[in-house]
């Protein structure tokens, strides 16, 4: 139901219940002042209690006890009415829902020898990898950088039709309505390139109970890393970087040769091909990029960069990477997903060596196919962080490679977790040390009604009270009424009291001069039956007439 129809019907039910209150209460004081009207008592407690049936405050400053009570009840009476509205009238609300599920562990033993058969063992193609990686790879380090270029700190990175801030932090949804794309997944495990993630979460509501807007907050694990960048120490022997290059005059072609220099090994040599660069020329340069381990056990590794023609500006450099699993409370709101500072972070061990040798092979497929006949896009990135340096270049590289780090993280998720995986990997999906648990919670925002607040009890005990006094005086009023023999008499219908003053007996009251009004409120009345002579014009039968009972009744005039 819409939140329109809603108000429209609570609204209308509330108005029913304030009228019928009302009314309720009218009727009750109505058939109290028939009875007690017999009895004698003062013109101003007769008119009180005429207000009353109105309901209408009485205010006379000569009688300030009765007009207090009056006040009171009418208030009581309008506050009634208006808690009807308030206690009915549907307001925002959030319906909290504990999820709870699994996710895949890139940290266990388990997942580490399925990635590990698969690179090594599996006889498979990599190349719908190499593809893809080739392709988001770049864009997943520029937006994490966090350039103008890129939004900032707006930026948005998106694979597989699910958009993250800034970076994707190696998660993959944990959310159904966050998944991203519907397609099929063809290809899992190494082959994949997009497709369908499985999300292992409860609860699921359907289309029909999804409130006005949800939001979701699960903890989940992610896979980040430690990046220090700085310049490389020329007095270190167990470090150096060593770029030749040679030209072809002919052709308009330069071969660039890299090697860095590293305790555990050499980099090996690589090569790449540019254009001839003209000097002079700032625009396009040649950066080299090149992996070494950074330790024994293959679970960190240094990345080596120099920059030369329009890139010098960047000398010698080398970031060093320790990747880490940890937790991470991501906010999953208005389809983008935000992720939060890390928690219990755990480096990765000796048997995760595969996961490490996999994130430094994205890297050095990236310092193959970033590298373009002219240019360099991570080049070209800080040559316009130079413009308006708001960080330093070793910052802008930090970042750079952490969002490729983590997006190489997140297609492991994804490509293990894609629809087809269970039946394609049992072994994998039958070990539950391969899995880490998550849970968060759902947060639906509706129109409803709470009885979590003191504010609600409060105005159900207001109502409570009222209601059973204002049935209370009915009943009574209507069990007095059967014992009275004499017709009904309504006070507050003008032609009740025209009928009864016809009938005689307050022909001594004040006559209208200005103390008339304040004497006469004091006069003593009572209504009694009238049998005698109807007199000309009148109908026969049953009269009623006021008697005057105070001793100073006769009032001159």
């Not at 207090?68 to 609300?93: A, D």
């Not at 709870?100 to 058969?117: C, E, H, I, T, V």
């Not at 960069?305 to 991470?328: H, N, R």
């Not at 209601?467 to 009574?476: E, G, L, N, Q």
């Amino acid at each position: 139901m819409y939140p329109t129809e809603l108000t429209l019907i609570s609204t209308v039910i509330s108005t029913i219940l304030s009228v019928t209150t009302t009314a309720l209460f009218s009727v009750a004081v109505k058939h109290a002042l028939s009875h007690y009207i017999t009895q004698p008592l003062s013109l101003v407690e007769l008119h009180t209690a005429i207000a009353l049936t109105k309901p209408q405050p009485l205010i006379r400053w000569n009688h300030r006890k009765l007009s207090l009570i009056t006040v009171l009840i009418v208030g009581l009476i309008t506050l009634l009415n208006s808690s009807w509205t308030t206690l009915l009238l549907p307001t925002h609300l959030t319906w909290r829902v504990p999820i709870q599920g699994k996710d895949l562990d890139l940290g266990s033993s388990a997942f580490d020898a399925q990635l590990g058969n698969d690179m090594y063992y599996g006889n498979r193609s990599f190349r719908n990898t190499s593809y893809t990686l080739d392709i988001i790879s770049p864009m997943s380090g520029i937006s994490a950088s966090r350039s103008a270029v890129a939004g900032g700190d707006d930026s948005v990175f998106a694979f597989n039709g699910v958009s993250y801030s800034k970076s994707s932090n190696g998660i993959v949804p944990a959310v159904k309505e966050y998944a991203g794309t519907s397609s099929t997944a063809n290809n899992v495990g190494l082959e994949y390139y997009g497709g369908k993630v499985a999300v292992n979460t409860v609860p699921d509501l359907d289309p029909d109970h999804s409130g006005l807007a949800r939001t979701y907050n699960v903890t989940q694990q992610g896979l980040s890393a430690h990046i220090t960048c700085s310049a490389l120490d020329p007095n270190d022997p167990q470090y150096s970087i060593s770029i030749e290059y040679s030209t072809l005059d002919s052709y308009g072609i330069m071969f660039w040769n890299m090697t860095a220099k590293c305790p555990l090994g050499d980099s090996g040599l690589s090569t790449w091909a540019t254009a001839d660069f003209q000097k002079g020329d700032n625009t396009d340069g040649f950066l080299g990029i090149a992996i070494c381990p950074g330790t024994a056990n293959a679970t960190s590794f240094d990345i080596f960069l120099q920059g030369t023609w329009g890139y010098s500006s960047l000398g010698q450099t080398v970031c060093k990477v320790a990747p880490y699993v940890a937790s991470f409370d991501v906010m999953y709101n208005n389809g983008n997903i935000s992720v939060d500072q890390p928690r219990y972070i755990q480096p990765l061990q000796n048997t995760s060596i595969n996961v490490t040798t996999f994130i430094s092979n994205v890297v050095w497929e990236l310092s193959y196919t970033s590298q373009t006949t002219y240019n360099n896009p991570l080049g070209q990135l800080l040559q316009l962080n130079a413009i308006n340096p708001t960080r330093s270049v070793y910052e802008v590289l930090q970042d750079y490679f952490l969002g490729v780090v983590e997006f190489s993280a997140t297609y492991l998720r994804s490509a293990y977790s894609a629809e087809g995986a269970v039946t394609a990997m049992p072994a994998l999906y039958s070990d539950q040390s391969a899995f880490k648990s998550l849970n968060g919670t759902m947060s639906v925002t509706t129109y409803g009604w709470s009885s979590d607040h003191l504010t609600y009890i409060y105005i159900l005990g207001v109502l409570t009270v009222i209601w059973v006094v204002t049935i209370s005086a009915a009943t009574y009023s209507l069990i007095q009424r059967r014992t009275q023999s004499h017709p009904l008499f309504d006070a507050a219908n003008p032609v009740h009291l025209m009928m009864a003053s016809s009938a005689g007996g307050l022909e001594n009251l004040a006559g209208f001069h200005p103390d008339g009004v304040t004497s006469s409120e004091r006069v003593r009345v009572r209504l009694e039956a009238d049998y005698g002579n109807p007199g000309d014009g009148a109908s026969s039968g049953s009269r009623m007439r006021f008697k005057i009972e105070s001793a100073q009744a006769t009032i001159s005039k």
